[in-house]
């Protein structure tokens, strides 16, 4: 059974960083496109990042281009998700997720984890 963990979140003040951590067992991880999603208070999830399976591909969401980064370690089951700059709008819980094909639309993804609360104070 595929599980996902994330952790890492936590409350920072705008302008920080924060790195989330996705830790998976269920054998799955390192075949899989990992990907990265965020739900604030009232709104739709979204997509934030994702990247493939060996790495080489990796896309992000416009409004976090340049501030975030995805990376993954398959040896460790582990993905992340590196913050910097962060804003108040930022301010959600974030998700990872795993897809067996290269796609940012929520639908692609079939195994999800719990979230982890990312706060970003003014």
């Known amino acids: 059974q595929v599980q996902l963990v994330e952790s890492g979140g936590g409350l920072v003040q705008a302008g920080g960083s924060l790195r989330l951590s996705c830790l998976a067992s269920?054998?799955?991880?390192?075949?899989?496109?990992m990907g990265w999603f965020r739900q604030a208070p009232g709104k739709e999830r979204e997509f934030v990042a994702y990247?493939?399976?060996?790495?080489?591909?990796?896309e992000y969401a416009g409004p976090v281009e340049g501030r975030f980064i995805i990376s993954r370690d398959n040896a460790k089951n582990t993905g992340y998700l590196q913050m910097s700059s962060l804003k108040p709008e930022d301010t959600a819980v974030y998700f990872c997720?795993?897809?067996?094909?290269?796609?940012?639309?929520?639908?692609?993804?079939?195994?999800w984890g719990q979230g982890t609360q990312v706060t970003v104070s003014s």
């Open positions: 990247i493939s399976s060996s790495g080489g591909v990796i």
């Open positions: 997720a795993l897809s067996p094909r290269y796609h940012s639309k929520i639908a692609s993804y079939d195994f």
């Open positions: 269920g054998g799955v991880f390192s075949i899989r496109t």
